[in-house]
């Protein structure tokens, strides 16, 4: 499951043309590696609307059966390959990366607390998360907002 979640933005993120690391290489900074996937025009900006339009990809990747909802059973899957995007990363990268992943997570997306994450959660969840990682409040994700 190494990279699963990394591996299945790329195929269905065809813009993202930066974040291009085979299986081996050293991880890509979190920076380049979390615009590569969310800045899905390439403009080296990700806005609400884009981290909205491919959270909406990655929840319907995970919800098997299709009932609009991720519930336990299909957070194993998404949780997997979230571990993976953390993998190889160490020191404070790899704190960031399990913060940004982590602002994914069931407990943290199921806002009403009824154990599930509906498809509409998931897409609202996307103003804290980007509130979080925007680190210089522009109310945008860009390189600035990345250590390094
Ligand atoms: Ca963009
Ligand atoms: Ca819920
Ligand atoms: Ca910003």
Redesign the pocket.
């Known amino acids: 499951m190494r990279n699963a979640l990394f591996a299945l933005t790329l195929t269905v993120s065809v813009t993202a043309t930066t974040a291009v690391a085979s299986e081996g290489d050293a991880p890509l900074p979190p920076g380049e590696r979390f615009l590569g996937v969310w800045d899905l025009n390439g403009n080296g900006t990700a806005t609400l609307d884009e981290l909205q339009t491919m959270r909406g990809r990655v929840f319907d990747s995970f919800d098997r059966n299709g009932d609009g909802v991720l519930d336990e059973s299909e957070y194993v899957a998404f949780d997997d390959a979230r571990a993976g995007d953390v993998e190889g990363y160490e020191g404070e990268n790899r704190e960031l990366m399990q913060r940004i992943t982590d602002g994914m997570s069931l407990s943290v997306s199921d806002a009403d607390g009824d154990g599930v994450v509906q498809r509409e959660e998931f897409l609202v969840g996307a103003e804290d998360w980007l509130r979080d990682l925007?680190?210089?409040?522009?109310?945008?994700?860009?390189a600035?907002?990345f250590p390094g």
């Open positions: 925007d680190t210089n409040g522009d109310g945008v994700i860009t600035a907002d």
